[in-house]
Nanobody
Framework: QVQLVESGGGLVQAGDSLRLSCAAS????????MGWFRQVPGKEREFVAR????????AYADSVKGRFTISKDNAKNTVYLQMNSLKPEDTAVYYC??????????WGQGTQVTVSS
């Protein structure tokens, strides 16, 4: 089993920055990639960014490309999502997820990000 704990959410103004953290513990050797997703009430959860456990490969949703950066601290087993130039439409609950073999098997509890205009 893998446990994921997110932190770093909050209320900010449009244009501000925020950094989310996701600490992984347990059988992290089973993970191949980590990702960030977000969800707004009444909408489907959407992909934001992904990074391989090695940290060598990343991918982003078009809506955040150029503004968000995903990174990983291998020594701390922690994945970060640096969010710059935040927009009100970035408001959502952000979830950290981990997985292998094409599936996200583990999810964190979520952290709320609210961007005011």
């Amino acid at each position: 089993q893998v446990q994921l704990v997110e932190s770093g959410g909050g209320l900010v103004q449009a244009g501000d920055s925020l950094r989310l953290s996701c600490a992984a513990s347990g059988r992290t050797s089973s993970l191949y990639f980590m990702g960030w997703f977000r969800q707004v009430p009444g909408k489907e959860r959407e992909f934001v960014a992904r990074i391989t456990w090695s940290g060598r490969s990343t991918a982003y949703a078009d809506s955040v490309k150029g503004r968000f950066t995903i990174s990983k601290d291998n020594a701390k087993n922690t994945v970060y999502l640096q969010m710059n130039s935040l927009k009100p439409e970035d408001t959502a609950v952000y979830y950290c997820a981990g997985g292998s073999a094409g599936n996200y098997n583990y999810w964190g509890q979520g952290t709320q990000v609210t961007v005011s205009s």
